[in-house]
């Protein structure tokens, strides 16, 4: 395999998605020494046919608004790569999204997924809907509207969506009520991230967040280091950064900083619980504003507009929001002020810039999304196994799993990634051992 050629062709058909020639060219630049030492996987053409998704649905979703005014958007599903179990993985409301982005996401899934030892393929799909300002019954309709198309395509055994950006507990209930109602097939299995009246996981919410501290925790812990006192900055407000937020507090870190698109907000003496409450409420409201944490607490949270969470002095950054939101630029600012630490709890969250100056920087740990934030989807699959075994585990099973899941992960991270000095690049861990389990499945299973 030569990366060069393999992504010229690829820019040749899809040089506008810059974001999924972005991760496949980071995917492919980590594997490239492993790959050529397995001439079958060459013989078998992987390469060439694991970076192409098996299908992607585009399709028009038009609903009405509040005003009795027609809208339409576009909606999607990325059925990626289905080796290793059924397509997993969210669906994303945002204003941003098109075919690119849900193909970096679907890769990644892909790998992320195999990662986290249960039998899951990779998928995302999505909308350019935008929630923010939308009543409850505009985003009823409109995911309604949404499913009417989707629900063909998915099942507990074929594909199985959850929610990302934009889509929480409350999008994932119109999906399942209104797949009900179109397929009458009662399985709860269908989704994941419900709620826990009818086929959800305890923990499911807090899971995304949870598991990338436990995996932070293993980063350290490698680097003998400890959580606790150290400083946190947190990019977004949502359910990841809720959940990133509340264990990081747990274990004894401080976290100084979340932020929105509209700025940062500096918590000086650390965020506490009655933050980390309304943090929930500040993503229901659906106004995307950090400043609201500031006008709930003034004194204990500073409000600065046009800022990111990354300008403040911290120990350990993590960005939970949006692919690319940490760069270059940030990179550096954040090394000057003595940050050590960055574990990429959003998908792709740091631009290939910024990768590039942690990993020069002497000492500086930093790890992928794919490995950080699988937690999220690992616990989709314990839902899905809650679901087809018609039972509920406690909170201390599925919390205990989920510990013994981020352990395995970060173990794999190491076998493939281990450098001579004794340090990690986990990088090139993650993208390693996820592939070769995807490859391998693909290469027993015949080229189809």
């Known amino acids: 395999m030569k990366v060069a050629e393999i992504m ?88 941003a999204v098109n075919v690119s982005m849900l193909k970096f996401l679907g890769f990644e899934q892909t790998f992320k997924n195999a990662l986290t030892t249960l039998p899951m393929g990779g998928g995302k799909g999505g909308s350019d809907f935008d929630p923010v300002g939308k009543s409850n019954g505009e985003i009823m309709r409109f995911c309604q509207a949404y499913m ?92 990841v950064a809720w959940g990133a937020a509340t264990k990081a507090a747990e274990l004894g870190a401080k976290v100084i900083a979340i932020s929105g698109p509209d700025g940062v907000c500096a918590l000086p003496n650390g965020i506490n619980k009655e ?11 659906n106004r995307n504003k950090v400043q609201d ?27 939970c929001a949006f692919q690319n939101e940490l760069n270059g630029d940030d990179a550096k600012e954040l090394i000057a002020n003595g940050t050590w630490c960055c574990c990429e709890v959003s998908n792709m969250g740091c631009t290939p810039e910024a990768i590039a100056a942690f990993q020069s920087t002497k000492g500086f740990l930093f790890a992928p999304g794919k490995a950080v934030n699988a937690g ?48 990690v690049d986990y990088v090139k861990g993650a993208n390693i051992a996820g592939f070769m389990k995807v490859a391998q499945a693909m290469l027993e299973q015949g080229v189809i």
Request: hydrophobic fraction near 40%.
């Open 148 to 239: 009417l198309e989707l629900w063909h395509c998915i099942g507990p055994d074929q594909d199985v969506p959850a929610g990302d950006v934009g889509v929480g507990a409350r999008e994932i209930g119109y999906f399942v009520g209104m797949y009900s109602k179109l397929a009458r097939q009662y399985n709860t299995g269908v989704l994941t991230g419900k709620g826990l009246n009818w086929g959800g996981s305890i923990l499911r919410p807090e899971a995304t967040g949870f598991g990338a501290l436990y995996f932070t925790e293993h980063v350290l812990a490698k680097a003998g280091k400890n959580i606790k006192g150290k400083t946190v900055a947190i990019s977004g407000f949502g359910n």
């Open 275 to 285: 933050m980390i409450d309304y943090m929930l409420v500040m993503r229901a409201s």
């Open 293 to 319: 944490m500031a006008d709930k607490f003034p004194g204990q949270a500073i409000f600065t507009p046009g800022k990111k969470a990354w300008s403040m002095k911290c120990d350990i950054a993590l960005p």
């Open 8 to 95: 010229a062709n690829l820019e040749k058909k899809y040089g506008h998605e810059k974001e999924y020639l972005q991760a496949v060219h980071e995917v492919l630049e980590s594997i490239e020494e492993v790959y050529n030492q397995h001439p079958e996987f060459e013989k078998a053409k992987i390469v060439e046919r694991i970076v192409e998704p098996d299908r992607v649905f585009t399709f028009r979703v038009a609903w009405v608004d509040d005003k009795g005014e027609v809208q339409t958007n576009i909606g999607y599903r990325v059925q990626f790569n289905s080796a290793i179990g059924p397509y997993k993985g969210g669906i994303r409301f945002h204003p």
């Open 376 to 423: 999220g989807v690992a616990t989709s699959g314990l839902e899905m196994t809650q679901n087809a075994s018609h039972i509920s585990w406690s909170g201390k099973e599925v919390d205990e799993k989920l510990h013994f899941i981020m352990e395995s992960i970060h173990a794999q991270c190491v076998k493939f990634g281990q450098r001579k000095d004794g340090t």
